[in-house]
């Protein structure tokens, strides 16, 4: 996985947070979406400190396209 890049929704917590430590521990850049600002952030450091290059948070609503659209956009 190193140089793949990936987005995990849900990322926060869970099975996506489980999914979005493996592959940062595969060497994929990482990007986790999902609504709560303080966990995204949290799980940007924890992610940050297994060497993930380059985490990021996408705060966004799954449900609403157009927040989807602006996360990435962002």
């Given at each position: 996985m190193a140089g793949a890049a990936a987005c995990v929704s849900g990322g926060t917590r869970g099975m996506g947070r489980a999914t979005a430590e493996r592959l940062a521990a595969e060497g994929?850049?990482?990007?986790?979406?999902?609504?709560?600002?303080?966990?995204?952030?949290?799980?940007?450091?924890?992610?940050?400190?297994?060497?993930?290059?380059d985490p990021a948070a996408l705060a966004?609503?799954?449900?609403?396209?157009?927040?989807?659209?602006a996360a990435f956009e962002a």
């Open positions: 994929a850049r990482v990007a986790v979406i999902g609504r709560d600002r303080g966990a995204l952030d949290e799980t940007v450091e924890a992610l940050r400190a297994r060497g993930c290059p966004a609503d799954l449900t609403d396209p157009v927040a989807v659209e």
